[in-house]
């Protein structure tokens, strides 16, 4: 089975009202995706609740936060342990990401992704054996 690693970034627009484009192309990618090939993050879920509470220009209330949260924790979540932040540290290292990227290109490998949405990288990227794509532009440059 094909699985997919859903990044923070994405994960925002689903609640982003100010980029409807980027928004329905979220929401088209979760919906039409069996959830239990979708992947997160257990930081990119903390980095979504933050978000979306805190610095989207119209913030979700608490309470809608945290029923998003819930029903995004359903999905397959990737645990931040030692050895992860490990290989992430190695990866931001060779391949010139931020910590934050490598955390989740390492998240996805961990997950058994072979592609990650994402905002954060380049499209068509293929960063340990993961293709990088973006909801909104496709998986093509």
């Known amino acids: 089975m094909s699985r997919t690693f859903v990044d923070a970034s994405v994960l925002i627009r689903l609640f982003d009202d100010d980029a409807p484009e980027r928004q329905a192309a979220a929401r088209a990618l979760m919906g ?3 959830g239990s090939a979708l992947v997160v993050s257990g930081p990119g879920l ?3 609740h933050h978000v979306v509470t805190a610095l989207l220009t119209r913030p979700l209330q608490s309470i809608v936060a945290g029923r998003a949260l819930v029903e995004l924790a359903e999905l397959t979540v990737v645990p931040a342990d030692a050895s992860l932040v490990l290989a992430a540290g190695d990866t931001a290292s060779e391949y010139g990401l931020t910590t934050r990227d490598a ?3 390492e998240a996805a490998v961990v997950g058994g992704c072979d592609r990650m949405v994402t905002e954060s990288l380049p499209v068509g990227t293929v ?5 990088i ?3 909104a532009v496709g998986s093509n440059p």
Not at 127 to 131: E, L
């Open 32 to 34: 039409a995706t069996d």
């Open 103 to 105: 955390l989740a290109v």
């Open 127 to 131: 960063i340990r054996g993961v293709r």
């Open 46 to 48: 903390a980095e979504f």
């Open 133 to 135: 794509e973006d909801s």
